[in-house]
């Protein structure tokens, strides 16, 4: 029988004693591991408690995987600290670049996608996989740019890198409807280029619009409801997926009531439910 997809949440310290109150709703808990690589030993045991009590993923904000600069050993060994204490179902980071030249930028940002960062992100696989002890899955990310210097689409690039790193995907739905709709491109048409039989993950979100001059951009920023169009990619992923999916809801601030959270995470059952539903029909 093949393993169950998961429906869960992201761990917040504002969410914290409500997610724990209704893990009979909650399927699976991320972790944004950075947030703990410095943890006290208290904060660390409460880690170890939450992994008893529901299955945790780590997702990584910082390593910066997506770049021609080697990754940096000490964030690697942080990682790998984690992942040997939490045992977690699999770990994440973004297909990004945040640092260079000995400074951090401050923001996850798309490289330019060129040979040269395919080649660069799946040096830095080996080297995660060889400090962590697993290699990650890989994030797409948003952009508010189409990067620079670029001589192929973000379809393309992603599907490149994730063979050449031979690693799984997390797909950000979230981030693929805000670069169709900022750069005129249907999200939906899309899939079927993506390695859709290497996704394991996939996160939900929300967003907003931002405006200047003559300029419009709609901008993951994680405070908002996740938006029907989402929700619709959710289904279509569900058809078109082979493998079982560990689908995360991702909320950063601007809280609303749990219950309004739970009615998210129900609604992400029900959307690939259906999705999964009709996929004999897709088959035949």
């Known amino acids: 029988m093949q393993a169950p997809d998961r429906i869960g949440i992201g761990w917040r310290p504002a969410l914290a004693a409500a997610i724990l109150a209704h893990l009979d709703q909650i399927d699976v808990v991320e972790?944004?591991?950075?947030?703990h690589f410095g943890a006290s030993a208290r904060d660390l045991r409460a880690?170890?408690?939450?992994?008893r009590e529901a299955p945790v993923v780590l997702h990584g904000i910082g390593l910066g995987l997506a770049s021609c600069v080697a990754v940096e050993g000490r964030r690697l060994e942080a990682m790998a600290r984690l992942v040997d204490r939490l045992h977690p179902l699999f770990w994440s980071e973004?297909?990004?670049?945040?640092?260079?030249?000995?400074r951090e930028i401050g923001h996850?940002?798309?490289?330019?996608?060129?040979?040269?960062?395919i080649e660069g992100t799946a040096s830095n696989v080996v080297r995660a996989r060889s400090v962590v002890g697993a290699s990650p899955l890989l994030e797409n990310v948003a952009t508010l740019i189409d990067p620079p210097g670029s001589d192929r689409d973000e379809i393309s690039w992603i599907r490149q890198t994730c063979r050449?790193?031979?690693?799984?995907?997390?797909?950000?739905?979230h981030n693929l409807?805000?670069?169709?709709?900022?750069?005129?491109?249907?999200a939906l048409a899309t899939l079927d280029g993506l390695p859709l039989d290497r996704v394991v993950g996939v996160h939900l979100a929300g967003g907003r619009w931002i405006s200047w001059g003559e300029h419009r951009r709609l901008l993951d920023d994680h405070l908002h409801d996740v938006p029907?169009?989402?929700?619709?990619?959710?289904?279509?992923?569900?058809t078109r997926a082979p493998r079982p999916m560990t689908v995360g809801l991702e909320r950063d601030g601007a809280f609303p009531p749990m219950e309004h959270l739970l009615a998210e995470l129900a609604r992400a059952r029900h959307a690939l439910a259906v999705g999964r539903a009709r996929r004999p029909r897709a088959a035949s």
Not at 31 to 35: G, K
Not at 177 to 186: K, L, P, Q, S, Y
């Open 108 to 117: 996850l940002a798309a490289p330019p996608r060129v040979e040269a960062t």
């Open 47 to 51: 880690l170890d408690t939450l992994a």
């Open 228 to 238: 029907d169009a989402v929700f619709h990619l959710l289904e279509a992923v569900g």
């Open 94 to 102: 973004h297909l990004a670049f945040v640092r260079g030249g000995g």
């Open 164 to 173: 050449a790193a031979d690693v799984g995907l997390l797909l950000d739905l």
């Open 31 to 35: 972790i944004i591991a950075d947030d």
């Open 177 to 186: 409807h805000a670069n169709a709709v900022n750069f005129g491109f249907d």
